[in-house]
């Protein structure tokens, strides 16, 4: 799933932003005001399981910041349309930016929610290159996903040996079901997956929609005479691909894939944002951003 960021609006937006408030000139010479701000942008969801990592972040990222005013923007134009008719109205990024523009904020760390930097995560820094161009803040900055750098694989790599059932036996696998995508970072699921290994050999890496595929994580596991698995959402909530794709009941969802194989498997409904392990790397890279409205 993705969705396309629009420069034209953004553009549009801008520029009546700009001509109704004045606000063309707020990057020449009034450096004393300095309104700093964080936007998290995550793709979405509206299952109602997915508010709980929502909330956990907003409450992390809170803390963390204690003086910086946090919006939020959902990537997904499916998913806002949905909430909407719940009546509850999230931004696009293009709209949430456009906003804080027009509430004068001087500074904004755009903070990724995303796993790896891919499809979406490059739509978005698009959308920033764009508001960074047309001179609405004196800064603007996206922050890095949880993925980015040989440091964060190293963290996420703990988070997930951290965050395995307690209960699990060594001779028992976890399989981990992140997104994928036809972006070139989708490589990043394959190096996970042997970094892992590394340090546990029996957590597997499948994804969704790109590579490695459940298939190859079927064979992997068979060849290692694996009798029962853990399946757990590598995605930062346990939303529609959690409940369906990986534990649903359908014949082509992962538990019936791999029960069909022999392997007895126990779904694990929670999103990566439902552990702090994993939140805190988020919410460090936010310093990275802030680092530059010094
Ligand atoms: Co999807």
Redesign the pocket.
Known sequence: ??TKTSVGIVMLLLCVVISTNGLASAGHGNQAIKKVGILLVA?GSSEASAQVSFENIDNKVKAAYPDIPVRWAYTSHIIREKLAKQGKHLDSPEVALAKMVDEKFTHVAVQSLHTIGGAEYHDLRKTVGAFKSLGGFQKVILGYPLMASQEDMVRTVDAILATIPKERKENEAIVLMG?GTHHPSNAFYAALMFQLQLKDPNIFVGT??GYPEVDLVKELMLKKKIKKTYLMPFMSVAG??AKNDMAGDEEDSWKSILTKAGIECVPVLKGTAEFDEFVDIWVDHIRGPLSHFR
Do not use: I, S
Request: proline share 0%; hydrophobic share 40%; net charge negative.
């Open positions: 799933m993705r793709f997104h969704v929609e529609d691909h």
